[in-house]
């Protein structure tokens, strides 16, 4: 043997060895951790759903001023060529629809709040912030390709909701309705203005964007909602006024929701859209002309104006040439970094890069270590809900009893081996709340308190009567399942917490098979009536219960997830009925069966959080629905 | 004379005792072959039994315990991590599962992965490439064309598309890995076929009547074994390490399989700040160590069955 070809790379291994017990040896030293600021923000809450906190004051509304009118209309920045980065789903871009509905009588115009006099001198003026990449990589509302969190500081919507879902005021100060629920009226603002000069918002431009919320190109599932729903938009005063009329198909006691931002029905510019050509006219046709003018130069009137786009990368927003009606933020300048490595983010957070960051709660006491602190949403934003396939409505050709996950009592049993306590206690240190069902919340319509006096009997863990009701429904020995599970934005625990659930239902004797894909394969077999003997968990958002029944219920969709015709009936009813009262019980009936019936498997609510510098940020309040946002409510620390 | 001493110089002078047993020990790669044993095939033969734990045995309250040795983490004067137990000697993964019995049970993935693999590409393409080399002609520039165009498609590009068309599965990184695999033994094999068919004993064999198959059964083969012997035992590596990419890449051994790559993958997000450095740290040392103690071993065997280095 050689020197080189035995005696080097002997020493080499020596060497790998001996560099790897040093490793060890420095990454297992018991040094004790210095003591570093305590974290904050993050709010301890038991297992047992707690009403959210009381709705503070609507968001701040500032003294509108008088908008300076730029002479000429100024060129938006050049941005990089979008292109489609990904298929959507049924359920994302939606926004949430969340407040109850309560607008049934005129809304008196919120008394416009001075603006604080004491701004701090924020140490910065740009802030940065790191997320993960948004399912469409795009600043598109016009063709639904655009998502929420990062349309929302260009954009405004006709009706907000504030850090605590009750619809407030936005660029409508106050709306009315008749009796049936059929027309309703919106009042707008007469100071706002679009972005780079293009003018003072009117009602052409809300007729505008309620036209093309209903292209046929339109990506999003809420595109066929408009087309069922409005029938027509009438401008009292003319296009150049502040007044539109909403002529509905059918009664809609909710409409606020469908024109709020948390849907994403936010207010362009028609001057801007015709500007681009006269064959954009044709609005209901399929445009991509049209729609890579907006998505390349979006136009808002929201607190932040579009400055440059780097597609996977980041987009930077600046101030607008004037002063907000509603809020002028601490940061004049805005960067959002998209980064899929949650370790990545923490780095950068860790070393000043960015100044708030979507850390995933096992990388939090990294970044508390160094100083950061915890912020969490002020609503319970991500739906933690679990299905089993495989339960269409009887007329489908696929439909079979004989599959085990049809029989409820399988479901029950299935409900039962899972120890939800256990769930909270590791992966979210208790704070999320308990879910009752899929689609209830005690912030939502059609809410039934005695489900929390039943949850215990019905969904409680208990594997011993989990194996009971396997025998009672003819499966003493189990039946194998496949257990698919798909990462979902915010919720980095997903996978583990799936691998957790599977290894709950093989300790009650079900063979399960944990099978991690990617959502589209999920989507597919739901699409296909395929999912037969297939349980999964999900995430959704934390939206009023209409748009949830809609998605996970009624089967017309054909991806359903428990279909079953008292479903397809009891939806139907909910679109026609004509009260809120009506509303609220077909919700809650809708509760109980599900409830009954073990449909789903309803794990929690819980909140977003993600982490700020300290130095920069002193206080950020958000609902947290759809991750990071809101960032014209940041308040620059000193 | 004394035949030990020509010129004043030592020559030939034969060690005796210990010192006997270490010269001859060091004309053999132990140190790798130790690792290989202890980290490869001991604990694949006997994991069931060694294990200390039930590599799927989930505890969630005893998530992330860190290695025995490990003291306790305070943070603001609270201990926010235990101290180390022998009970989990290399620490739990982010369900409370022994990362030491993963480990164990990820050596029999690992190495019946590459001893699968590389059978069925072995035997695949050998055979091809014996069969080009002895009959040339057509057979010959098809097959060599189909090797030229696996040989230009990037292997790990290739594996990805493969492994996530077909979906993640035992079965699935075999195939991918055999399909990766196959040309580079037929190349090999129908090189020293070209180098065999034109020697004497094969034409001597074609004289006395034997079969084509029989002269490359009984008369090629048993010649071109020994360079494949060496081309399998450096590819086992390379195939590990394959393996170890592709599940670190979410397109190999599905969870909650204990594959290395995929217990890599599973700590990545805790290696930066402590939280759980050991969950990717002991696996990837585990794929360190066997990949390089492979090379090595394939390095010196490829010495030893090579006659003109044999004595060097």
């Known amino acids: 043997m050689t020197f080189s070809g035995i005696i080097a790379p002997r020493w080499l291994v020596y060497g790998i060895i001996i560099i790897g017990l040093l490793a060890l040896v420095a990454c297992g030293a018991a040094a004790p951790e210095p003591a570093p600021a305590a974290p904050s923000g993050g709010s301890s809450a038991s297992a047992q759903p707690a009403a959210p906190a009381q709705p503070a004051a609507p968001a701040e509304q500032a003294q509108p001023s008088q908008p300076s009118q730029p002479s000429q209309p100024s060129q938006p920045a050049q941005a990089a060529q979008p292109e489609p980065q990904a298929t959507v789903s049924a359920e994302v871009g939606q926004g949430a629809i969340g407040a109850q509905a309560k607008e049934a009588t005129p809304t008196p115009a919120p008394a416009p709040a001075a603006e604080s006099m004491e701004v701090a001198e924020p140490a910065i003026t740009r802030l940065e912030v790191a997320r993960g990449p948004t399912t469409w990589d795009l600043i598109d509302p016009v063709a639904g390709r655009g998502d929420l969190p990062i349309l929302l500081p260009l954009f405004e919507g006709l009706v907000q909701f504030d850090q605590f879902t009750d619809s407030v005021p936005m660029l409508s100060p106050e709306w009315s309705t008749k009796e049936d629920f059929s027309v309703w009226t919106f009042q707008l603002r007469d100071d706002v203005q679009f972005h780079y000069g293009w003018g003072n918002m009117s009602a052409k431009d809300v007729e505008h964007t309620l036209f093309q919320e209903r292209r046929q190109d339109h990506n999003d599932s809420r595109a066929g909602t408009w087309r069922d729903l409005l029938k027509e938009v009438v401008m009292p005063e003319g296009p150049d006024g502040h007044v539109v009329e909403l002529h509905l198909n059918k009664p809609e006691p909710i409409m606020t929701t469908y024109v709020s931002t948390n849907y994403t029905a936010v207010i362009r510019s028609k001057d801007h859209w015709d500007a681009g050509g006269g064959e954009l006219s044709a609005e209901f046709e399929p445009n991509e002309t049209g729609i890579q003018l907006t998505a390349n130069e979006p136009i808002g009137t929201g607190p932040y104006r579009f400055a440059e786009h780097a597609e996977s990368q980041y987009v930077i927003y600046d101030a607008p040439e004037f002063t907000h009606w509603r809020k002028t933020p601490d940061f004049p300048e805005l960067k959002i970094h998209f980064v899929r490595e949650p370790t990545t983010q923490l780095a950068m957070l860790s070393v000043g890069e960015v100044h708030a960051a979507e850390i995933p709660r096992d990388l939090q006491p990294s970044a508390l270590r160094v100083g950061m602190k915890v912020i969490t949403g002020t609503t319970p934003a991500i739906r933690l809900v679990g299905f089993m396939g495989g339960n269409f409505i009887p007329s489908r050709p696929e439909f079979d009893d004989t599959q085990p996950m049809t029989n409820p009592l399988v479901r029950q049993a299935m409900n039962m081996a899972i120890d939800r306590d256990e769930i909270n206690e590791v992966f979210f240190s208790g704070r999320a709340e308990l879910m009752m069902q899929t689609h209830s919340h005690v912030k939502f319509p059609g809410w039934q308190p005695e489900w929390l006096d039943r949850f215990e009997a019905e969904y409680g863990y208990n594997p011993d009567r989990a194996r009971e009701l396997l025998a009672e429904a003819g499966y003493p020995e189990g039946f194998e399942i496949t257990h698919q599970s798909y990462p979902r934005p915010g919720l980095p625990e997903m996978q583990d917490i799936g691998e957790l659930v599977n290894s709950y239902w093989q300790e009650i004797g079900i063979k399960s098979n944990f099978q991690p894909v990617e959502r589209a394969v999920n989507t597919k077999l739901l699409r296909s009536q395929g999912t037969h003997n297939t349980a999964w968990l999900h995430t959704g958002s934390f939206t009023e219960p209409t748009r949830a029944i809609f998605v996970y219920h009624y089967s017309p969709t054909g991806a359903a997830r428990f279909e079953n015709p008292y479903f397809d009936t009891q939806y139907e009813a909910l679109e026609i009925a004509g009260t809120l009262e009506d509303r609220d019980q077909l919700i809650r009936e809708m509760g109980e069966y599900c409830f009954d019936s073990h449909c789903s498997i309803p794990l929690f609510w819980v909140p977003f959080e993600f982490m700020v510098n300290p130095e920069y940020i002193a206080e950020w309040l958000t609902p947290g629905v759809f991750g990071v946002r809101d960032f014209e409510y940041i308040k620059a620390a000193n | ?312």
């Open chain 2, 1 to 312: 004379m004394d035949i030990s001493r020509i010129g004043g110089i030592p020559v030939g002078v034969a060690p005796a005792g210990f010192g006997k047993f270490i010269a001859e020990a060091r004309r053999y790669p132990l140190i790798p072959m130790f690792i290989l044993v202890v980290l490869l095939v001991f604990p694949a033969i006997t994991a069931q039994w060694i294990a200390p734990h039930d590599p799927y045995k989930v505890n969630p309250r005893e998530r992330l315990t860190p290695p025995a040795w490990s003291g306790p983490q305070y943070f603001d004067g609270v201990e926010v991590r235990p101290a180390g137990s022998w009970e989990n000697i290399l620490g739990t993964d982010k369900l409370g599962r022994d990362v030491l019995s993963r480990i164990m049970h990820g050596a029999r993935y690992s190495l019946s992965i590459s001893l699968l693999a590389i059978l069925a590409g072995g035997v695949v393409g050998s055979g091809l490439g014996v069969l080009a080399g002895y009959f040339g002609g057509m057979l010959d520039h098809v097959v060599m064309r189909l090797v030229d165009i696996f040989i230009t498609i990037p292997g790990l590009l290739f594996a990805l598309v493969l492994a996530i068309v077909l979906g993640p599965s035992f079965s699935t990184i075999v195939l991918v890995v055999a399909v990766i695999l196959w040309p580079r033994f037929a190349r090999m094999s129908r090189a020293e076929t070209l180098s065999m068919r034109s020697r004497d004993f094969v034409s001597r064999a074609k004289v006395s009547g034997c079969s084509d198959t029989r002269i490359m059964l009984r008369h090629i083969f048993p010649n071109v074994v020994n360079p494949l012997v060496v081309l399998v035992t450096l590819e086992v590596g390379h195939v590990i390490l394959l393996e170890a990419t592709l599940s670190f890449l979410g397109a190999g051994i599905p969870r909650p399989i204990p594959a290395w790559g995929l217990m890599v993958s599973d700590g990545r997000d805790l290696i930066v700040g402590g939280n759980g450095w050991w969950v990717s740290l002991f696996p990837g040392m585990a794929i360190l160590l066997v990949v390089l103690s492979m090379n090595l071993s394939g390095d010196w065997l490829r010495d030893k069955l090579d006659p003109k280095l044999r004595n060097r």
